[in-house]
C-alpha cells in the first residue's frame, strides 16, 4: 500500500520534504539549390491545407520578398506603410502613402497598396498604447499592416474603447477584434526541477514524457498516488498524477496541463541546461550525475544494477545503486549519464555531507508499463517504436555521411533471430539505415530503411553471425537517434 509522503520521507532517506514557499527559480526559405525539404514540404501541406506546388511556390515568393524587403523599405523612407503577404502562395504586397511609389514597388517584384497611414504613424500609436496599462479585458495589441492600422484583441470591447480613447491616441487608426482566449505563459518542464503535490510535500521532475500527444514527465511513485494534483517550480498549477507504483516499483508518471512544455532537458544547476537524447542504459562503475531540487547537481558512479530495497514501506525491486549522494526533495529527480536518461532518484542513505548510497529506478520501465515516449531535445520526439529497443545510440551527420553502428564496430548474434532498429534522423532531412552482415569477405546489406523521410525501421530475422548498421544523411544534416535489439 502506498504510504503518505511523511512517512516515506523518513523511511527513503527524506528525499521527500514538507513544501517551502518556492524561490523563483528560424523559418524555412527556399534555397537556390532548387526543391525545399520534403519534410518542410509536407508540414505546410498539412498546417496551412494547401497542395504542394503551392507550397514550393509560397516559400520561393518569401524568400524573395524577404531579400527585397530591406532595399524596398529604405527607398520609400518616410512614406513606408509595411509589407506582407497575401494568398496560398504568398503575393508580395507592399503598401506607402504615395501613389508615386507603385512603379518602384513593382519593379521590386511586389504589389502596391496605397494607404492613409505610414508604419511610422502606426509605430506611434502602439507606442501610445504600450505606455497605457491595459485592463484585464484586453488580451493583445499590435500593427497591422495590412489593415493599416492597430488590432487590439479583447473580450470587452466597451472596456477595450475606454482604454483606447484614456491613451490620447486616433481611435481611428486602431481596431478592436473580439477575443475569447485569454493569453499566458508556458512554462518548462526540466528534469531536476522542484514541483509540489496536494498533499504538502515538495519532490523533484524525473525526464518530459508523453503518452499519445498528452505530455507530462516521470518522477518517483511515493511521491504522490494517482490523483494527486501538481503545482511547478512556480507555483503554477502544473498536472495530475496519472501513473503511480510504490512499493514494488518506485516510479510515477505526472501528465500535465497545456501551460507546460517540454524541452526535451535537465536542468544541471551549476552544469547548465543539458540535453536527453536517449536512454541507453550505463553498466556498472560507469558515472553517472544526478538532480534534484535540493542538493542540485551531484554525480557519482553505478555500482550495480536491478538492486533490490527493502524500504519500511515495503520491497521494491529492479533499482540501480548508486555512489551519488541525495537528500530531502530530491525525490523523482533525473539521474543521467552524458545525455541519455537513466532514471528517477528513489531513496538511500547519507546526505550530501557525508556522502551516501542512492537508489534510482530505471526509466525504461515506466516508459515500457506506461506506454510513455521519452521527449528529448531538439524539438522532436523519437518515434514511439525507438523506446521499446534493448540499446540506444546516437550521433551527427552532414549531408552525404554515414556512420556505423554500434559505436562504429559491429556486433555477434550467436543464435538466430530478429535484429529490429529504429532511426530518428532530423525533421527535414533524408536519413536512412541499413543493416549489414559479415558475409566471409564484405558487408553485404540484408534489410534496409530509405523512404523519403528523416525517420526509418528495420526488422531482420536473420541467422547467427557478425551484424552492423550503417546509419546514412541522403540528405540534410543533424543528429540522430539509432534504437536497436538483437537476438
Known sequence: MLRTPALIAIAIGA????????????????????????????????????????????????????????????KLGDRFAGIWY?????TFVVASVDPADAAEI????????????????????????DRTAPPAAVHSWAISPQDNSIIVAANDT?????????????????????????????????GGDAYYTSEGYRCSVGFAARRGTQLGFTTAGHCGATGVTTTGYNRVAQGTFQISSFPGNDYAWVA??????????????????LPVRGATVTQPQGSVCRSG?????????????????????????????????????????SFISGDQAQGMTSGGSGNCTVGGTTYFQPVGEILSVGGLTLVTAGGTDPPPTCQGHEETYSGS????????????????????????ACLDGPNGAD???????????????VARGDSPNPDETISYNGTAGYYRYRVHAYSGSGSYTLGLSRP
Do not use: M
Open 293 to 333: 531540487s535540493t542538493t542540485q547537481w551531484r554525480c557519482g558512479t553505478v555500482t550495480a544494477l536491478n538492486a533490490t530495497v527493502n524500504y519500511p514501506e515495503g520491497t521494491v525491486t529492479g533499482l540501480t545503486r548508486t555512489t551519488v549522494c541525495a537528500e530531502g526533495g530530491d525525490s523523482g529527480g
Open 256 to 273: 500535465t496541463n497545456s501551460q507546460w512544455t517540454a524541452p526535451g532537458v535537465v536542468n544541471g544547476y551549476s552544469a547548465g541546461i
Open 86 to 90: 497575401e494568398g496560398a502562395e504568398s
Open 106 to 129: 513593382r519593379r521590386a517584384g511586389g504589389v502596391a497598396r496605397i494607404v492613409p497611414r505610414t508604419l511610422a504613424q502606426l509605430s506611434a500609436v502602439k507606442d501610445s498604447l
Open 397 to 420: 551527420l552532414t549531408s552525404n555521411a554515414s556512420a556505423y553502428q554500434p559505436n562504429g564496430s559491429y556486433y555477434r548474434a550467436t543464435v538466430s533471430g530478429t535484429h529490429s
Open 158 to 190: 466597451a472596456a477595450a474603447q475606454s482604454w483606447i480613447t484614456a491613451s490620447g491616441v486616433d481611435a481611428a487608426a486602431v481596431k478592436v477584434e473580439p477575443s475569447a482566449e485569454r493569453p499566458r505563459l508556458f512554462y518548462d518542464i526540466r
Open 15 to 74: 528525499l521527500v520534504v514538507t513544501a517551502t514557499p518556492a524561490v523563483s527559480a528560424s523559418p524555412s526559405t527556399v534555397s537556390s539549390a532548387g526543391k525545399p525539404p520534403s519534410g518542410v514540404v509536407d508540414a505546410l501541406e498539412r498546417d496551412l491545407g494547401i497542395t504542394e506546388a503551392q507550397v514550393i511556390n509560397r516559400l520561393a515568393n518569401e524568400a524573395r520578398g524577404n531579400s527585397a524587403a530591406p532595399a524596398l523599405r529604405k
Open 431 to 445: 536519413f536512412d539505415v541499413y543493416l549489414q552482415k559479415w558475409n566471409g569477405s564484405s558487408w553485404s546489406v
